[in-house]
């Protein structure tokens, strides 16, 4: 046959909407968070998968509002600064304006970003209106009318099934986000639609991807993740890989500095319930297949304060006042905490136990250290890591044969 004849099979394409509770950073520098970042960067050159990412305008204009907002809340400093060094920097609300501006064209054009349009005359206002004054989703029950950003999320969204292809086959078009109401919205009017996916994570997200780029089927992951969830961790199951291979243990040994680690203003940090998500799918070879489980490590950092004023020289915030909150906060980090649990189904739950530390004088001196009992939370946060494993799969879909392949760290964030 003529090379000419030969016509080379067009892969499948997967167009994948982001929402912005999914790509909000706390940054004033980035319009996406590094996770986010990461998972675009890995998945953009598939051989047998094209993947598009999209957002629409409204999210776009958004993120950047929440970026400027951040940006504007550092000009207090910069003003303090300007009269430290007795200089005019000349950074200006404007300045900030066009900067952030930039940022985020700069990044959506690095990143291959395409942004939607909305076509304002295929919407049907009228609709729009009536949903908002009868609380209809995605507007909120409640007295004031709340949803309008996430009803034009959804029409751009609905505008790009429309006007893609219908097969799934061919073409599969996904929204990440966690918003209940937007998702309900969006289930309710592409009920005809079998190429459209509402992933409610990055992590679902992932695994969908995976599964296309694996060329298994959807059907044949979603059959085996349930037996793969329950395989490795189910409640007070004791042949559960978690306990088998003592998780737990491994990780609190393999990451004891990362679960340590507290923010700055803290001195302390207590670890909460562990979470842990179904697994996603990561590949199939052979019979062999892989996944990832994430753990999630909810936390809490918190500052100790004096409860009586100093009565000498030694402030709160002196070098033997700071060594001593040191030392307070090496046998806090010490003390056990709650073990793992499935999201909101805690598996076992331990009160930390502490003490108030204070600061002893001989009887007839006055004391010169003031007693440490006050604790302050300074920020709640979470560590998420993931366990990486594999099991063999039979063709009667009984699983067996499990390894751990790794254990991975990977990030701590504070809200």
Known sequence: MPAAAIKKKKSPELKVVFDTNVLWTGSASDLLKQEVIDVIRANSEHSDLTI??????????????????????LLPSIRKLERLLGHNLNITKQIIENRVKDAVENQVQDLGINIISLDTARV??????????????PFSQGEKEKGFRDALLAEDFLQLVADSPVTPKVCRIGLVTNDGLLSETIKQRTQSHSNVRILSSLEELKSL??????EVSEEFVAKIQAKAQAYFF????????????????????KFKKQLRAVPEGAHVRENGTWYITPP????????RVSWASRISVSSKAFRYEPSNPPTSSFPSTSPVM??????????????????????STP?????????????????????????????????????????????????????????????????????
């Open 347 to 415: 598996l076992t739950s331990f009160p930390s136990t502490g003490a108030s530390l204070l600061a002893t004088t001989p009887s007839d001196q006055p004391s010169i250290l003031p007693a440490i009992s006050e604790k302050t939370v300074v920020k709640t946060g979470k560590s998420l890591l993931d366990v990486i494993w594999s099991v063999t799969v039979t063709a009667t879909g009984k699983l067996s044969a499990p390894k751990i392949d790794s254990v991975e760290f990977l990030e701590t964030s504070w809200d």
């Open 280 to 287: 996603r799918f990561l590949k199939k070879q052979g019979q």
């Open 124 to 137: 049907n206002w009228n609709d729009v209106m009536l949903s908002a004054a009868y609380r209809r989703p």
């Open 52 to 73: 598009s990412w999209y957002l629409p305008d409204i999210v776009r204009h958004e993120r950047q509002f929440q970026m400027l907002a951040q940006s504007l809340e």
């Open 234 to 253: 189910e409640v007070d199951q004791k042949e559960s890989i978690y306990y088998k291979e003592d998780i737990r243990r491994i990780v609190q040994e």
């Open 209 to 214: 991807i995976n599964t296309l780029a694996a």
């Open 322 to 343: 700071s060594a001593l909150m040191a030392d307070y906060a090496s046998v806090q980090n010490n003390l056990l905490f709650p073990l793992a649990t499935l999201p």
